[in-house]
Each structure stands twice: as structure tokens, then as C-alpha cells.
């Protein structure tokens, strides 16, 4: 065991849920209840009974007194949900599958400890657009910034599934601010650490925190880039120009304000100091409150007075590619992708700053049953709750008090049947079924090409 450092706890407003943190009786709770650990143990394992990717896995446990304890395994689905509910963690953390079962690795040398595979991660944390966003900082976040979410993980996607053929993923809320996304194929869980890089690196356009002012994306744009400045070009009006509009100032506003900082990276990117100057110029001298849908209707304004040839007008529209591809690109922690020891919470964990499901979602359509969710495909505002769980949960029994089935009743139904919970369930089942469905071929397919007498 070794100690972490405690994470930041502090409130979130959540429209329509109540953002707390949970007790340890509201944990007991979930575990025994409501978390579906048959489908966490089916997606680990690739099968409907224990194999090595499951009793050979790590698992940790962070609990409330800032323990962080690592290496746990487990040989059967039984043993699992018995170890969380006695343990009962804030969260547990999914890690590598590894050539010899964690709880032995102290009768081993370091050497012969080694991890064989894992999910490939990706993780986006709208801490990372602070300097982007206006309606949120911090750990606070909105419908508004989500759509940073919303369009970076349909780039992402469209990306694996089309660049790397990857099939099995899935998004998963982080609970607070972010978006996990695993990928769950046989040969995304085999790659070693240099082929994760590489991935990283070809997904990764803005680099490790990028200069402001500076992506100068080769032209021709890649064709990643290009289909991905096809996607976010379509959104960047809405959310940056109009929501976000990080660059709207007022008149005598302070240079060193975040509205005239911001304004001054947006300068950064315009390739004509002539053009920068009169921009700026034009900006301070405004006696009204001056937009970020102006200064961009500004820029090709000023532009036909003060640049002279085709070329420099073509390298302006390079230069506003850029712009639209630096605030609207996905902004990836590159390192939870890159080390197959790297371990990340597990989908359906409860986030223990807000309470929150960490629930699998789909980026671009509505499974909460809620109508007013469609904008937003997944709305974190109104995602699962454990108080809200509990509540729909002892609301249900109130009122089926005369007929509850007992618990050993073979037709009963789950509990989290009863929630708001169900939908995100049922398409994380539906996503482990076809996963299984793939290996199962998968393992066939092998079994025939290692026997000598198939012809």
C-alpha cells in the first residue's frame, strides 16, 4: 500500500441530481446492490468464465483514509463482487493482465513481472480547455463545454475505427469532467507501449501542450486532420464563436483581462504582422462591446484592405484552419494512453467527490430515455447519481411493497433494473455481447489454424 494524494472533493452543481459524496453505507449500497459487476467481469475477462485476462489482471482499491492499495487479483466473478463489497472502496482502478498473478510478484524478481496486455485509453479532461472555455473552470463544467467532449470523441472514434480498424470501444463518463474511452480489441489490448506511442502521436495533432499561436499544421493538411477539420468546422460557430466567445471584449477592458489575453494568441495565429497591427488597432478602438463572432468577421474584413496578393490570402486561410483545428481538437492526456501499466477506474465506479455513475455513454445519440437529452447525445448534467439511485430505487419499493420477489428468485429482477441506471447498462451488456461474440470467433479461428489435421 502506498499513499496518494487526496483529490479534490469539492461540489459541482448538477441540474436536476444532487452532487455529494458518498458515505461508506451509501457505497455498501451500490456495491451490493446496484453496480453490474457481471458485465465489468464478462468486458475483463472476454468470456463468459474466468480466463487469465481476468484472474491474471491488477486491480486497486483507493479508499477514504488516502490508501491506495494495488495488485489485487481474482480467480472467479464470485470472488470479485466479495472482495469490493468487504473492502467497499471509494473506487477500483482496472489495470494490466500480467505473465504471473499480481499477488505473487513479491516471490518474484522485478524482472519476471511483467504486463502482457491491456485496454488501449484514451482520456479528455476539460481542465485542459480552461484557458478556452468562459462558462466553466476547474473542476466545474456545463452542457455548454461538454460539447468539447461531444466533438473530440467522434473524432477520436472516427479515427480508430476508420485509421486503425479498431471495433470494440466504448466511452465512459469520468463522473466529474471527462470522458475515458477504451478500446477493447484483441489487437488494441496487445499492443506494446512503442505501438500505443505511435497511436498517441498520430491522434495527439496539438502535441503536448502546444504553444498558443504556433500549431503551424503542415499543408496539405493530413487526411486525419483534414476529416477532422471537416467535423469541427461545423461546430466551431456554435460553441466557440457564439458559446464560449473567448475573445469578446469591452470597451477599456484591461489588456491583462483573460477576453484581451486570449484576443492576443487569437493575433498570434494571423501569419501578416500589417494584419495583426490593424486588427489590434481596430479591437482597442471599439467604443462597443466587441464579440468573438466580430473579430472573426473582422479578420477577412481588414484583410481585403491590407493583403496584397492570392498568397497571402491563401496562407490567412491556412492560418484560420488552424485556428478552428487548435480551439476545437481534441486535448488528450497523452500518458494514460501510453504506458500499458497505466490503471484507470473502472466503468460503473462512483466518483467519491460528486457522487456521480461513471456510466458508458454514446457520443452521438441519446440512451438516457430522457427526450430532453437529444441535444446532447450524453448530458452529463443529468447523468446517474448514487443519491438519485437510491432514492428511484426506494421509491420503486414503496410501491411495489404487496409483490417484491424475494432476492433467490431466478426471476427476479436486478435492482438497478428499477433506476435510471438501466439504459447505461444495457448498452454496456450489449457492448460486452459482441465483444464476446468477436472472440469466441477469434479463439475458433485460432484453434483451427494450430490443428495440424484441419484442411
Not at 465512459?172 to 498517441?200: N, T
Amino acid at each position: 500500500m502506498s499513499p496518494i494524494v487526496q483529490e479534490n472533493v469539492s461540489m459541482t452543481p448538477f441540474e436536476g441530481n444532487v452532487s455529494t459524496t458518498p458515505s461508506e453505507s451509501d457505497m455498501k449500497f451500490y456495491y451490493e446492490r446496484l453496480l453490474p459487476f457481471r458485465y465489468v467481469f464478462q468486458w475483463l475477462s472476454h468470456s463468459p468464465k474466468p480466463t487469465k485476462d481476468f484472474t491474471m489482471r491488477e486491480f486497486a482499491y483507493e479508499y477514504r483514509n488516502k490508501i491506495y492499495q494495488r495488485y489485487n487479483s481474482f480467480g472467479t466473478l464470485e470472488e470479485f463482487k466479495k472482495s469490493v463489497v468487504t473492502a467497499n472502496p471509494t473506487r477500483f482502478e482496472v489495470g494490466a493482465v500480467y505473465k504471473i498473478n499480481p499477488k505473487e510478484r513479491k516471490n518474484l524478481p522485478k524482472t519476471a513481472f511483467k504486463p502482457e496486455s491491456k485496454e488501449l485509453v484514451f482520456d479528455i479532461d476539460l481542465t485542459d480547455y480552461d484557458d478556452i472555455r468562459t462558462c466553466c473552470q476547474g473542476t466545474d463544467i456545463c452542457c455548454k463545454c461538454w460539447k468539447f467532449i461531444q466533438v473530440g470523441s467522434k473524432i477520436i472514434e472516427t479515427a480508430l475505427r476508420e485509421d486503425f480498424g479498431f471495433e470494440h470501444m466504448v466511452w465512459v463518463f469520468s463522473g466529474r469532467r471527462g470522458a475515458h474511452c477504451w478500446i477493447s480489441d484483441k489487437r488494441a489490448r496487445e499492443l506494446d507501449e512503442s505501438s500505443r506511442r505511435a497511436i498517441v502521436e498520430y491522434l495527439d495533432v496539438l502535441g503536448a501542450k502546444t504553444q498558443q499561436g504556433t500549431l503551424n499544421l503542415r499543408k496539405p493538411l493530413h487526411p486525419h486532420v483534414e476529416r477532422a477539420f471537416e467535423i469541427v468546422k461545423k461546430e466551431f460557430a456554435t460553441v466557440i464563436l457564439q458559446e464560449q466567445d473567448p475573445w469578446g471584449t469591452q470597451p477599456g477592458q484591461e489588456a491583462e483581462s483573460k477576453a484581451w489575453k486570449q484576443t492576443e494568441e487569437l493575433l498570434k495565429f494571423i501569419p501578416s504582422k500589417p494584419l495583426q497591427i490593424e486588427l489590434r488597432n481596430k479591437w482597442k478602438a471599439s467604443k462597443s462591446y466587441s464579440s468573438s463572432q466580430d473579430k472573426w468577421d473582422d479578420i477577412n474584413k481588414v484583410a481585403s484592405q491590407v493583403l496584397k496578393s492570392n498568397a497571402q490570402v491563401s496562407t490567412l486561410n491556412d492560418s484560420k484552419k488552424d485556428i478552428i483545428i487548435y480551439y476545437m481538437y481534441p486535448r488528450l492526456d497523452v500518458q494514460v494512453s501510453k504506458q500499458v501499466i497505466h490503471l484507470l477506474k473502472s466503468p460503473f465506479c462512483i466518483h467519491p467527490g460528486t457522487g456521480n455513475v461513471c456510466v458508458p455513454f454514446d457520443p452521438s445519440s441519446n440512451i438516457s430515455g430522457n427526450p430532453a437529452d437529444d441535444d446532447y447525445g450524453f448530458n452529463p448534467m443529468t447523468a446517474p447519481n448514487l443519491r438519485l439511485l437510491q432514492t428511484e430505487l426506494e421509491t420503486w419499493e414503496d410501491n411495489h411493497k404487496d409483490n417484491v420477489e424475494p432476492n433467490n428468485s431466478t426471476t427476479r429482477l436486478p435492482d438497478y433494473d428499477r433506476t435510471s441506471l438501466k439504459p447505461y447498462i444495457d448498452y454496456f451488456a450489449k457492448f460486452v455481447n459482441n465483444l464476446l461474440k468477436d472472440e469466441l470467433k477469434g479463439s475458433e479461428k485460432r484453434a483451427r489454424e494450430e490443428d495440424p489435421l484441419s484442411f
